[in-house]
């Protein structure tokens, strides 16, 4: 059997090219990285008037940006319960709610960039591993329209069929919320529309350092150069490096592996996912899966 490694959502895109030439001396703000959370900070900040130098070690999108599985899922890695007991309710409906509203963000910012990446309003269905994962389905749908005022359906295994083409699951719950979209084409269009309004993109250009300026700001070295910026957005997440030690001990890189299948034959891909869901199960280090929108 032969097997392709390579990232399949890049195939489906051409990146846009860099800013070409030396690194400014100044800047307002510099971000470090050029992911979804980069290059959606540099948009916004150069629509704003701020001069804007994105500083990406790789190429545009070459990290987890475009290493993902496409799902723009509602809520957060804790459970709901989890989150009201360390954070206290108050703040846990914060956080639930700016989950709902970031994908209305995603969805505004692809109509008004008119990105084509395949966004898709298709809901996701976790599935129970155990009966005890299943049984706790009810209570955090209870919690969730009570706190949260947000909707989550309950499939019984009976009903599973209707959402996915296997019997090993004790039973799901449904998002309708959620959505799915093409990474790679989202980071592309991202980086698209922020040199759209001026922001620049400076590709290897790898942060070595960063120091506070003796007349105020930030010093950065790169290896494309230094620059002078009044303010840092440190954007790199799961590639935190010692160039800033705060925020690497608050982060922990986790790897995930996908494999693609060859095409299905339609009749199959119904059977395996009749609606398109966004699908993971409910283990601690879970499976995802989904169709691909070709």
């Known amino acids: 059997m032969n097997f392709n490694q390579s990232n399949y959502w890049l195939t489906t895109v051409s990146m846009p090219a860099g800013t070409p030439g030396d690194l400014p001396t100044r800047a307002d703000v510099a971000i470090v990285g050029a992911g979804f959370t980069a290059l959606s ?75 084509d990446c395949d966004f898709s309003r298709c809901g996701h269905l976790e599935v129970a591993c155990k009966q005890s994962h299943f049984d706790s389905y009810a209570r955090t ?7 949260f005022n947000h909707q989550l359906r309950i499939v019984p295994r009976k009903d599973l069929p209707a959402e996915i083409g296997s019997a090993i699951y004790f039973g799901g719950m449904v998002d309708e919320a959620s ?52 303010d840092v957005f440190i954007a790199t997440s799961g590639y935190t490096s010692g160039t800033t030690p705060a925020l690497q001990k608050k982060v922990i890189p986790i790897g995930s592996f996908i494999i693609t299948t060859e095409r299905l034959p339609d009749s199959l891909a119904r059977e395996l996912s009749p609606r398109k869901r966004m699908i993971y199960d409910s283990k601690h280090y879970l499976h995802y899966y989904r169709l691909t929108p070709d």
């Open 41 to 115: 900070a540099a948009r916004t900040l150069a629509k704003r008037g701020a001069s804007v130098a994105v500083l990406e070690a790789n190429t545009i999108g070459w990290g987890a940006s475009s290493r993902n599985g496409g799902m723009v899922l509602t809520g957060m890695k804790l459970d709901v319960g989890t989150l009201a007991r360390r954070y206290g309710m108050e703040t846990a409906r914060r956080m639930y709610s700016a989950s709902l509203t970031s994908i209305d963000l995603v969805e505004q910012i692809i109509r008004e960039e008119n990105i």
């Open 141 to 147: 749908g209870e919690v969730i329209a009570k706190e």
């Open 179 to 230: 959505a799915g979209l093409n990474p790679a084409r989202y980071v592309a269009g991202l980086a698209q529309a922020a040199l759209r309004v001026g922001a620049n993109i400076y590709e290897s250009a790898r942060t070595l350092k960063i120091n506070r300026g003796p007349g105020g700001g930030f010093q950065i070295e790169t290896t494309r150069g230094n620059i002078l910026a009044r």
